[in-house]
């Protein structure tokens, strides 16, 4: 019989297994458990459309057996089975164990975390088995397979007997030492204790063969006499879980902790979620849900491989597992499932997207995570800010989506950064808006960072307004979808009207401008197309120049359209500031009272690099840069 070898990945886990000093062993059965629950859903979902399954609902179980003579545990299924590729495939690889995602670090602490948070699956039977036997026969199929294995020396696969479709599977426990009691898991009031703790809403019977004794019929004569009775043993089946789903019980019987554990379990995160609700809903139609925002996003959150959805059960039945049409665009992030008993069975995925039910049951899902955000937002700022990272974008996506439609529904769950170091809502910036101030004043940019040095912010700043970082390249659209905000309207800081009276200023400049105005033009000249204007700037303090853009277009919309592939590149209308109370300003005009047309020309296309580096935008020519430096220095 050939020996076959793990693949690396499931011979690390496997070994982590065997070695794991985890206090939660117990919960291999767990693990057991759902996967033959899992195994016979599927099997009772072909007995709906197929009658050679030959099973009714009622057929279905899950048998639990121990033998403390041979120290084993059976537990067997009968669902679908596995065919003896099936074995070799799910049971020799990890790769196909969905629960798993490998983590690097091998420590202990590690270990206990993967272990602990949410199912490692099979392979968690060797925390507690010397040996692991899986007789299995898959449903269409005629013979029966045995794969076995000891630990990561192997496995081997060969035919068995095995009369019913279904799997079985018998751990040969490890020997009891002094910290563990492995036997303990043959204890019938053990095994009870555990489905009751982690299997009790399967839906298919978890039966179990219990002996209980009674007292045997005595004489008169012994009863007399007071003597004990003598006793005798009777075998009962018991169905050992309640079988009622999580979500159909009732808020009052369940903690928090449920919740998450069912959570981890069911949805493969390694965290417990920020929030969960639980709807209970006895109108029509009628059904319940349990939703969750996770604490981080998937890896592929952000991709356009990620799959939005809510499971979908009609009557305890899983339909669907990914129903999109339950949940907006923008709060695909939440997990949870839906299970109505107003949903039909066989209903198709077309025919669900049409269904009057499903449309009302969407509806008030996003409601109700619309209002819990609202609730976190108000009552747990941290939280909420911790949702914010994970999965803030969604929501600016979301206020720019769909020509702006949503926007009055998500606009209150903004936050953005401000120029105060905190992240604000809109409402609260607007709050502290002072009198005098017009606008919502907002800075794009890559970064907090590299936003705070920009020199367009000086005025703004300087009259002790507040900004709003924008570092997301979503942010400018959605703040152009939204316009305003109660009435107040939004304004990028480079805007050339700021709202800001200085007209002491303006015309001082103006003025200056005018002086000045083949200087400016020579200077745009030279510029050669690659900023429009040069002016003289009424926003600028310390700094020497800046770069703002007039029209439509702003730079930082013209670099996120930029990036975007296929498109024809667009270009903002550039505007070359510079400040007249600079040094630099009385340099340039002395060079052009000298009439060195060729120096202006240099200048003005060292300060427009310049600004573009400010502006953390690319350089048009690195060596040209360079040189000129070089050269007049
Ligand atoms: P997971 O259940 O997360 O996929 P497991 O390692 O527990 O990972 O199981 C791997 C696969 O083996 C399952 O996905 C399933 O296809 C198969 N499997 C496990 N147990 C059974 C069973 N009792 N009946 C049928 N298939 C099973």
Not at 600 to 623: C, D, F, S
Request: charge should be negative.
């Amino acid at each position: 019989m050939e020996t076959k070898q793990f693949k690396a990945e499931s011979k690390r886990l496997l070994d982590m297994m065997i070695h794991s000093i985890y206090t939660h062993k117990e919960i291999f059965l767990r693990e057991l458990i759902s996967n033959a629950s899992d195994a016979i859903d599927k099997l009772y979902f072909k007995s709906l459309t197929d009658d050679k399954v030959g099973l009714n609902k009622d057929d279905f179980a899950i048998w639990i057996s121990a033998d403390k003579d041979s120290r084993t545990l059976k537990i067997t299924d009968n669902g679908i089975g596995m065919t003896a590729e099936e074995l070799e495939n799910n049971l020799g690889t990890i790769a196909n164990s969905g629960s798993f995602k490998f983590k690097n670090e091998n420590q202990l602490d590690g270990d206990s975390q993967i272990i602990g948070q949410f199912g490692v699956g099979f392979y968690s039977a060797f925390m507690v088995a010397k040996k692991v036997t899986v007789i299995s026969k898959a449903y269409g199929s005629d013979t029966a397979y045995q794969w076995e294995s000891e630990g990561v020396d192997g496995y081997t696969i060969t035919e068995a007997d095995k009369e019913n479709i279904g799997t079985e599977i018998i751990l040969e426990l490890l020997d009891d030492t002094d910290d563990e009691k492995y036997g303990e898991f043959l204890d019938t009031y053990r095994i009870k204790g555990l489905i009751s703790k982690y299997s009790d809403y399967i839906r298919f019977p978890i039966k179990m063969e219990v002996t209980h004794s009674r007292p045997l019929e005595q004489s008169e004569e012994d009863k007399e006499a007071g003597k004990a009775p003598e006793y005798e043993d009777y075998i009962e089946i018991e169905t050992l879980n309640s079988m009622i789903p999580l979500w159909k019980k009732s808020k009052s019987e369940l903690k928090e902790d449920d919740y998450n554990h069912f959570y981890t379990e069911k949805f493969m995160d390694y965290s417990k979620p920020l929030k969960y609700s639980h709807i209970i809903n006895e109108g029509m139609p009628s059904y319940n849900a349990l939703l969750y925002i996770p604490a981080n996003a998937p890896y592929d959150f952000y991709t356009k491989e990620y799959e939005k959805g809510l499971q979908l059960y009609s009557n305890g039945v899983l339909i669907m597992d990914k129903c999109s049409d339950l949940l907006p665009d923008y709060f695909s992030f939440v997990k949870g499932l839906v299970d109505s008993d107003d949903l039909s069975l066989n209903i198709s995925r077309e025919m669900l997207q049409h269904d009057r039910q499903l449309k009302v049951i969407a509806r008030s899902i996003e409601k109700t995570v619309s209002n819990e955000l609202k609730k976190m937002l108000k009552n747990e700022r941290e939280k909420y800010e911790e949702f914010w990272k994970a999965f803030g974008l969604q929501l600016k996506y979301g206020i720019y989506s769909d020509y702006g439609m949503n926007k009055d529904k998500l606009q209150d769950l903004l936050l953005f950064t401000s120029s105060n170091g905190k992240l604000v809502t809109l409402d609260e910036y607007v709050t502290a808006m002072r009198e005098e101030q017009k606008y919502i004043y907002y800075a794009t940019g890559d970064s907090v960072a590299r936003i705070e040095q920009l020199p367009q912010t000086e005025l703004v700043k300087d009259n002790g307004f507040e900004i709003l970082y924008l570092t997301d390249n979503v942010d400018e659209f959605a703040i152009k979808t939204l316009m305003n905000y109660k009435e107040k309207e939004f304004r990028n800081v480079s805007a050339d009207d700021l709202g800001i009276d200085n007209t002491e200023k303006q015309e001082e400049v103006k003025a200056k401008e005018e002086e000045n105005a083949d200087m400016l033009k020579d200077m745009a000249e030279a510029l050669d197309g690659k900023a429009n204007k040069v002016i003289l700037s009424k926003r600028l303090k310390s700094h020497p120049v800046c770069l703002t853009s007039e029209g439509e277009i702003t730079l930082e919309m013209e670099k996120v359209l930029n990036a975007m592939p296929g498109e024809q590149k667009i270009k903002a209308q550039r505007v070359l500031e510079i400040n007249p109370e600079h040094e630099i300003f009385n340099k340039l005009k002395s060079i052009a009272e000298s009439g060195d047309k060729d120096k202006l020309a240099k200048y003005a296309n060292l300060l427009y690099t310049q600004a573009l580096l400010i502006e953390g935008m690319e350089i048009e020519n690195p060596v040209e840069f360079s040189n000129l430096i070089c050269e007049l220095m």
